[in-house]
């Protein structure tokens, strides 16, 4: 349809991040699969001519057979405030998936978490998805509804913090709460050292296969293990490999930082200055 929104996908699966793909699955996996082919060749044609997404509700227009386009809205049941507050509690205590989500990703184990706190970030259930449309197709969801879905799943692909958002939580929340946990957790973050051994560490052995990076020490000394080891038997356009590695473990150790968002100490970056521091049940009667 002229001037409406079309999918990118012009065949096959439509969603190109795993949490998008994901999100389709689930409404397969809930019987829907037959009905939700018929929406994605409305996706595709462009039948869809608007979609809004206002806090944890979908709002869109679908142009079907009649003259004037068929209203849907879509809405995803919310978490409960102490459910979120066990999701948040649970992400923050992995640094690394504190890491990938204030970085703007979304970690496989994202669901893991969702579980281990007794949510789900993805619809279980009709129950936790509530459809409507105009039009008169009482099939749940009739293919107005299933065309959104297929767009709302690119606009995930867009923005994975929309999933967020239908489950109660926007973006800028989901960002405070990590940050918020994170520097309060970082005075009591330890990491286990590891000691290489300077006869074997230029070996790549898999010695240090659980080798991690610790984010929340002092860099000064990050340079220390290099210099323990010695010059490395490598050379890079005459310069010895460990004099080229010497500035990227400050350099991670700060990138790593800021993507947590915990705060840079004093002697890091800067010196401060002087003076501180929606089931759908029924549709709409017509």
Excluded at 7 to 28: D, M, N
């Amino acid at each position: 349809m002229k001037g409406g929104l079309k999918t990118r996908s012009k065949r096959g699966a439509i969603g190109e991040q795993w949490w998008s793909q994901r999100f389709i699955q689930v409404l397969e996996e809930m019987g829907n699969a037959s009905r939700l082919q018929r929406g994605k060749r409305y996706a595709r044609k462009g039948q869809v001519i608007g979609i809004e997404i206002r806090g944890g509700e979908v709002q869109a227009e679908v142009q079907g057979s009649a003259a004037r386009p068929y209203r849907v809205t879509i809405r995803l049941s919310p978490l409960s405030d102490a459910g979120w507050e066990r999701v948040f509690d649970l992400m923050a205590a992995q640094a690394i998936y504190a890491a990938q989500l204030l970085a703007g990703d979304v970690p496989h184990e994202v669901e893991e978490v969702f579980s281990e706190a007794g949510m789900s970030l993805f619809p279980a259930s009709e129950k936790d998805i509530r459809t409507d449309c105009t039009c008169p197709d009482w099939e749940n969801p009739c293919k107005h509804i299933a065309a959104v879905y297929y767009l709302l799943a690119e606009r995930f692909d867009e923005d994975p913090f929309l999933i967020f958002t239908l489950r109660g939580r926007s973006r800028d929340e989901v960002m405070e709460a990590l940050r918020e946990r994170r520097a309060a957790a970082e005075p009591e973050a330890t990491v286990e050292r590891v000691s290489p051994s300077a006869d074997r560490f230029w070996e790549g052995d898999g010695t240090l296969a659980g080798f991690g990076i610790n984010i929340t020490g002092n860099v000064s000394s990050e340079g220390e293990v290099l210099k323990m080891l010695g010059d490395s038997p490598f050379t890079i356009r005459g310069e010895n490999l460990s004099a080229i590695l010497a500035p990227a473990y400050p350099a991670a150790q700060k990138y790593a930082r800021r993507i947590a968002g915990i705060p840079d100490r004093p002697g890091q970056g800067e010196e401060p200055t002087a003076g501180g521091e929606r089931g759908r049940t029924g549709k709409s009667a017509k």
